[in-house]
């Protein structure tokens, strides 16, 4: 047909980069171990997958909008104002809101690179600017440039703690400065995803900053941590008419009542879910030290991954992680991102780093 015969494609489509979601497992004869995309890797616990069994029984109907039992839920668990909750399917859609929200066609968003790939894509698709701002050699949020990076048509600012992918995280007393340097009309996103397995003493928790500062919505989510990533359910907390701006832009009933119900299951389930955190952290930093045993220069992490910089040879790497039946996050001529997994997954990880190192160096 010709063009004229054509819907016409918004021109923001156009420039909108790409999100890679981590790879399957192919078909092979190997035992293969998806380590690419931070999920949990324990089965789901069998009080959730029985409250989810149970409501799977009410699918013909629609789920609560107010997400009412959830949102109680999680106000009680942070002791905040239940009007300052709102939730998306994952949190990557309530980032998709916030945007929404505050940002459109000339106003930018702020944000480190590398990080979490939704940001500019989402930030893309509302028609606003994005503005990246480099991490640090050490792999951290340059947070004085990112500061510094604001103009006037700055509406928003995505601080990623600990980051996706490198697994640095932001200190209280750095985050504090930070904020003290932001105008109160710019809205500063604390995108929490993976502060369940941040243990460090000095780290910022973003609902202190919430508490404190008038312009900060801390993003959660039970993909994680929880082990929901296929139900698909994330939180703002947030001040109230922002959070009421959040449902307005909302997708109607985008929450499933599975994923409603499988969450209050989870935090009703909080000890469980913590001894399984503890093994990760303690399989990460396991991992982690093997690497540098091996020779890998790779960053402490507070997230549940470790990022390995391997620039022009990640192509040539990646293929040894995947013959080795490890499937890892490749970031093309930048790194490697490897989640943490079982045991034994982690254990094959280690054995192809060894194999990786010694063709990288
Ligand atoms: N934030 C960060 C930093 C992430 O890495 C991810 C998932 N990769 C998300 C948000 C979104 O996760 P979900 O939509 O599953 O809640």
Redesign the pocket.
């Known amino acids: 047909s010709s063009t004229a015969e054509r819907v016409q494609l918004r021109s923001a489509l156009r420039v909108l980069p790409a999100y890679k979601p981590g790879r399957f497992p192919a078909v092979s004869d190997v035992v293969q171990y998806k380590l690419s995309?931070?999920e949990n890797p324990y089965p789901p616990l069998p009080s959730v997958r029985e409250t989810v069994e149970k409501s799977a029984a009410g699918i013909n109907v629609y789920p609560d909008m107010a997400c009412a039992a959830i949102t109680e839920a999680v106000a009680k668990r942070w002791d905040v104002p239940a009007g300052s909750v709102s939730f998306?399917?994952?949190?990557?859609?309530?980032?998709s809101q916030i945007i929404r929200a505050v940002a459109g066609e000339g106003d930018e968003v702020i944000f480190a690179w590398r990080?979490?790939e939704?940001y500019p894509m989402l930030t893309a698709l509302a028609g606003a600017t994005a503005v990246h701002v480099p991490l640090t050699t050490d792999e951290r949020h340059d947070l004085p440039a990112m500061s510094a990076a604001v103009t006037h048509r700055t509406r928003l600012i995505f601080v990623?703690t600990p980051?996706?992918?490198t697994g640095t995280s932001v200190t209280a007393g750095e985050l504090h400065t930070f904020m003290e340097s932001i105008p109160q009309d710019v809205l500063v996103v604390i995108?929490e995803?993976?502060v369940h397995f941040n243990v460090d003493p000095s780290a910022a928790h973003g609902i202190d900053f919430f508490r404190t500062y008038p312009n900060v919505v801390v993003?959660h989510?039970?993909?994680?941590a929880y082990g929901l990533?296929g139900l698909?359910?994330?939180y703002a907390i947030a001040p109230d008419y922002i959070s009421a701006a959040l449902r307005a832009v909302a997708i109607p009933f985008g929450v499933s009542a599975l994923a409603q119900t499988a969450a209050l299951a989870s935090l009703n389930a909080e000890d469980e879910i913590k001894a399984r955190i503890t093994t990760l952290v303690a399989e990460r930093e396991k991992l982690h030290s093997g690497l540098v045993r091996i020779g890998w220069d790779v960053v402490a992490s507070d997230g549940n991954f470790l990022w390995l910089r391997t620039g022009e040879a990640t192509h040539e790497l990646e293929e040894i992680f995947t013959n080795a039946g490890v499937i890892v996050r490749a970031y093309p001529g930048d790194g490697i991102r490897i989640s943490i997994g079982t045991v034994e997954a982690n254990a094959k990880a280690l054995e192809a780093a060894k194999n990786a190192f010694s063709r990288f160096t």
Not at 221 to 224: G, Y
């Open positions: 995309s931070n998306g399917a994952g949190s990557v859609e309530v980032a990080s979490f939704a990623c980051n996706n992918p995108d995803a993976y993003l989510t039970f993909s994680k990533a698909r359910i994330g």
